[in-house]
Every structure is written in structure tokens, then in C-alpha cells.
């Protein structure tokens, strides 16, 4: 059963563009919604976090938006670089109880010079 | 300064092999786990404990063991390997109500 559920599956975007990823969630007791990058060949890395009491949370180049009603939370990666080129992962958990985290399946993203 | 680490990097065996792959954070966290990455880079969580004691259990293969030592080690041990257990394998760890960080990986053949 997939409970959190990302696309595109791959994205393709120009440098300078602003790559969008979406996810999509079931689990109202979810409550901490953490993005992660992953480079070929290492371990995914923690990017960035947001919890439903905020709309959008911005990080450098890194921006959540949250929509709790939808059930939605989307990536948005402004002036995009080719050193940004990974696959990057949505995730969702239950804070209070032992973390079981739910991952999307993952978007591959390519940004091109 | 390594956060979470994990040995080997590479495992190449053959089937109905039994390996071992282990795992230390130093980061203090009461939580460590292991993730398995397959080739469509699907992350499914596999085992966790807390604390030295087991808490979440996912539908894996009891040729899957794991074992805490202590609340900084989780190693994985793999009886009787098959084609199907090739992947990636992630130790990962946190602390209670914060994010998961990953350990490099393990790319798991079996031959």
C-alpha cells in the first residue's frame, strides 16, 4: 500500500529553471514531512523538513510548500544548478511513535547546462 | 566524523552464501534501521530498533537477521543469499521525532 505517493517520476529542466516535485499523502497522523537528495552511489541525504503547523519553508534554493487540507506537499528548487541533478525522495512519518517512514518512489531530476 | 557508517561498501557472494554487513552511528541517536534500495531506487524499511530492542519488523525473509549490540551498532546478517536479495542496503538512524540520516550503502550482489 503506498502511502505517500511522488511524481513526476523524472524531470528533465534547464539550469536557471525551478524544478517542481510533488507528493501526495493518505495518513492524517503523519506530521513530519522530510525531503531527501540522493547522488548515484551514496546514501540519501537530508535536504530539507516541514511540519503541518507552517505553510512553506524556505531553505537557500530549497523551498517546501505544504497544503495540509490536500494532503499535499510539494519541492521546489529555484535557479536550478546541474550539481543538482539527483534523485530526490518525499518522505512522510508519525513523529510521536517509533518513526516508520514512508519514502515516494522518487524523482530523477536532470538539470542541463 | 563519519555520522552513520556501514561495512563493506561492496559485498560480492554467491548464492547460498551468508554475509554480514554492519553498521555504527555516532551521532548519539536511540533509533537505527535498515533500508533496502532495489534497482527501481524503491526505499522500503526493512527492520528498526530502539534502544537495543526491536520495533518495527517489516514482511522480510527470516534469512534476514539483525542484530543490536548496542544502541550505536546494527549489523544485518543474510543466510542462505539469493539472486533476489541484490540491492542496496542502508543503515540509517534518528533520533525520536526527528528525520532518518542514511549511511552510505551497501551494494549487495549475489551471484
Known amino acids: 500500500q503506498q502511502q505517500v505517493k511522488q511524481s513526476p517520476q523524472s524531470l528533465i529542466v534547464q539550469k536557471g529553471g525551478i524544478p517542481i516535485i510533488n507528493c501526495a499523502y493518505e495518513?492524517?497522523?503523519?506530521?513530519?514531512f522530510p525531503w531527501y537528495q540522493q547522488f548515484p552511489g551514496k546514501g540519501p541525504a537530508l535536504l530539507i523538513a516541514i511540519r503541518p503547523d507552517v505553510s512553506e519553508k524556505k531553505e537557500g534554493r530549497f523551498t517546501i510548500s505544504f497544503n495540509k487540507s490536500a494532503k499535499q506537499f510539494s519541492l521546489h528548487i529555484m535557479d536550478s544548478q546541474p550539481g543538482d541533478s539527483a534523485t530526490y525522495f518525499c518522505a512522510a512519518f508519525y513523529s510521536g511513535g517509533y518513526q516508520k517512514v514512508t519514502f515516494g518512489t522518487g524523482t530523477k531530476l536532470q538539470v542541463i547546462p | 566524523d563519519t555520522a552513520v557508517s556501514q561495512t563493506p561498501k561492496y559485498l560480492v557472494t554467491q548464492m547460498g552464501n551468508d554475509k554480514s554487513i554492519k553498521c555504527e552511528q555516532n551521532l548519539g541517536h536511540d533509533t537505527m534501521y535498515w533500508y533496502k534500495q532495489d534497482s527501481k531506487k524503491f526505499l522500503k524499511i526493512m527492520f528498526s530498533y530502539n534502544n537495543k530492542e526491536l520495533i518495527i519488523n517489516e514482511t522480510v525473509p527470516n534469512r534476514f537477521s539483525p542484530k543490536s549490540p548496542d544502541k550505536a551498532h546494527l549489523n544485518l546478517h543474510i543466510n542462505s543469499l539469493e539472486l533476489g536479495d541484490s540491492a542496496v542496503y542502508f543503515c540509517a538512524s534518528s533520533q525520536a521525532g526527528r528525520a532518518v540520516y542514511f549511511g552510505p550503502g551497501t551494494r549487495l550482489t549475489v551471484l
Open positions: 495518513n492524517t497522523a503523519f506530521d513530519y
